[in-house]
């Protein structure tokens, strides 16, 4: 038996010899043939099949292979075929170097002779993780941080510990059933992502000697900023505001921080011009095949200003320069939410299933699937409830035409659907109360107004409760107002007006904000203010409040119930056809007078025909003479729709200037 042992063990060890000398002559012509082609390259595709083709055991070729193919993905299979060449380079590479990288550090002569295959190991290890991360296979990418990890790099050129961190991180909502190596609850996922920040400075520490002989005195910083930056988004997510605020200082003293989650973490504080500053810094600092996240908050920041133009520009922006590469499917949503605060609900509706219609890559970013689909279906409902207000909009007497009850009750049926749809994907959410509920989280990608669109049709008294607690234990000074006008806004629906009413009378008289950046906060407690009046208050109060709301954000009047007073005047051509425009105008839900006041906007309407076509310039002033619409024009032939369009447009709605009947909303 030992014989046959010995004689095994003997014709082993002969075939390696000869099959490692057998290979020396391909792999030298290799290593030299590489030298003049970089895996980028666009040579590196074929030189890849010919280096596979010299020796098809050695690592090389399989590495010029898995690199230039995800250099060049920018979806899912294409991630998905870069990985099996890299993988295999990534084993092949370790099987033949193993021992060269275990000893690297040992010595300088060590590390001079290996420098290039510990290079080539890095690459391929990152560019490997990158692939896995990006088609969401984190469990692999834990694997090959393990199989990094257990060289025990003295210099950990590739940041093993900070990236298990930030997968743990970004995959906190998960539990060990869906990937092996989580812990079955956010907390204990966070537990972990902070041990491994904290580890790797203890690393950084430890090995700093050695490191400053071999790579020079200083070069612990650079490590420790990467630290850092991971330590302030975990702290930004756990609530620990001044520990975040340090770490992001620290990387701004140093110049490496990232100016897009600083702004975001300001977003998160209520420091909405910080953070739209912040934002803008590195709205063109990211690759061509990442998302990049300023061109979704800063549209989102511009609809709190009520800036939705700027909003709709940028997002159009992002998504020419996109194309369809990750991130197109994320401005997208972006679009359609600043379509829809500007009152295109039509363009809001087409964008918004442009994007349902995606599958978006979720490179670069924690944002992740679970998110994209629920901020679609949320912003569906939102649209679903504004489609239902339109139609009461533009049909004064809605509760008497068939019509129209006929599309509200299809309508209501869609929305109910829709409510379902987010419930079970609430349910499924462990983290619901931190990006949901808690209202500006810096993971969240919804805003304050959809969150109150998707609880308000539930408990009442569940969310005045919780917000009554938001209030006393968050320390976010800027976002209590918000806290309170949720609470002031549940009350009123579970029925307790009067106190409601106290609280918005309140909160008008101390809030103290950005007027510039806070338009919607401001319109919603206008809005508050404007029903409470009409039920608990005086007329006067009620118009008050209910200009104050043109005034501040026009756009959103027409889909609140709440009826305005205008004056409206029209000149230039009047003809059958320009009669049926106004006709048709008038017969929307506004309170048409004869003589304004300080609470009546003043429309002025002048239509002029070119041909078989007219053309309406419209100008509007509120109540208290402050511009709303300048010169808005609007080419029309056809009646039908016209006039409701152009109600639409008295409220500062944009829109294309040749007026087609499916661009009016309907």
Known sequence: ???????????????????????????????????????????????????????????????????????????????????????????????????????????????????????????????????????????????????????????????????????????????????????????????????????????????????????????????????????????????????????????????????????????????????????????????????????????????????????????????????????FGWYNIALSRSYMYDGQLDSAEYTIQKAADFKEIHIGTTLTQTQYDFTISLLKLQLSEKKIALVKFQNKGWWYSPSALYKIAGLKFQKMLLQYVLINQLAANPERDRTVYDLFCGESTTTFDEAYSLIKDFSPSYFIKKYENYQKTDTRQNIQRYFKLFTYKMQWINGDEKEAFDGYKQLVKDVVLDTANEKLFLARLYEGLAKANEEEGTERDELFYTNALYETYPQLLPFTGITAKMKLTTSGIDDDKTQQVVKELKKCNIDWVDEADATTAVAQLNFIKKGDTYEAILNVKSGSDLPSVIDQKMIFKETEGAGKELALRLFAKSGAMVFEKRDAGN
């Open 1 to 327: 038996m030992n014989r046959w042992l010995l004689l095994i063990y003997l014709l082993l060890h002969v075939c390696t010899v000869s099959f490692s000398q057998g290979n020396a002559a391909a792999r030298y012509e290799i290593d030299a043939k590489r030298a003049g082609v970089n895996p980028l390259d666009k040579d590196a595709l074929p030189r890849s099949r010919e280096f596979i083709r010299l020796d098809s055991t050695y690592y090389v070729g399989y590495m010029y292979e898995g690199i230039y193919k995800s250099d060049r993905s920018s979806d899912y299979l294409g991630f998905k075929n870069a990985i099996p060449p890299l993988r295999k380079a990534f084993l092949l590479l370790q099987r033949d170097f193993r021992t060269n990288l275990s000893v690297l550090f040992n010595s300088p002569q060590n590390y001079m002779q290996s420098m290039n295959k510990y290079i080539d190991f890095l690459q391929i290890s990152n560019t490997l993780k990158e692939c896995y991360d990006n088609i969401e296979m984190p469990d692999s990418v834990m694997w090959v941080m393990d199989n990094v990890s257990r060289y025990n790099f003295p210099k950990d050129h590739l940041g093993v510990n900070t990236t298990k961190a930030w997968t743990y991180h970004r995959n906190r909502f998960f539990t060990a059933e869906k990937f092996a190596f989580l812990k079955n609850s956010v907390e204990e996922n966070e537990k972990l992502a902070f041990g491994y920040c904290y580890y790797a400075l203890s690393k950084i520490a430890a090995n700093r000697v050695q490191n400053d002989l071999w790579f020079g005195p200083g070069q612990a910083e650079g490590d420790r900023m990467n630290v850092y930056h991971y330590l302030a988004l975990l702290h930004s997510y756990n609530k620990n505001y001044d520990s975040s605020e340090y770490y992001y200082q620290r990387l701004a003293d140093a110049g490496t921080v990232s100016w897009n989650n600083y702004g975001t973490e300001k977003h998160e504080l209520g420091e909405f011009a910080v953070s739209y500053e912040y934002l803008n810094r590195d709205k063109y600092k990211y690759s061509q095949k990442t998302l990049k996240e300023p061109f979704y908050y800063i549209p989102m920041l511009d609809v709190y200003g009520g800036r939705t133009k700027e909003a709709m520009d940028l997002c159009k922006e992002a998504i020419t320069n996109a194309g369809s590469t990750p991130g």
